[in-house]
């Protein structure tokens, strides 16, 4: 079955840097688009970033551009989001999502804190 584990989240200070990462299993995952999501407390969940499985096409949030990049190494079945620059509003819990012909799958997400 359809297998996303995220890991790599934790407490860092404003302006520092953090990769979380997103274990993938259970289906061919170098042809399927991989997005990172987040939810902050109280807020809907919003997209972050998304990549193509040939790496062709990345989209990112406004609100990231320019501090997070989204990759993945399809040896490893493993997608990445690297984040510097962080910021407080940044903090939430960070969800990987796989499109598999037309459905969804999620993570359990990774809780990202960012404060002094």
């Known amino acids: 079955q359809v297998q996303l584990v995220e890991s790599g989240g934790g407490l860092v200070q404003p302006g520092g840097s953090l990769r979380v990462s997103c274990a993938a299993s259970?289906?061919?995952?170098?042809?399927?688009?991989m997005s990172w999501y987040r939810q902050a407390l109280g807020k809907e969940r919003e997209l972050v970033a998304s990549?193509?499985?040939?790496?062709?096409?990345?989209n990112y949030a406004d609100i990231v551009k320019g501090r997070f990049t989204i990759s993945r190494d399809n040896a490893k079945n493993t997608v990445y989001l690297q984040m510097n620059s962080l910021k407080p509003e940044d903090t939430a819990v960070y969800y990987c999502?796989?499109?598999?012909?037309?459905?969804?799958?999620w993570g359990q997400g990774t809780q990202v804190t960012v404060s002094s």
């Open positions: 259970g289906f061919t995952f170098s042809s399927s688009t």
């Open positions: 999502k796989a499109r598999i012909n037309s459905l969804e799958y």
């Open positions: 990549i193509s499985g040939g790496r062709i096409y990345r």
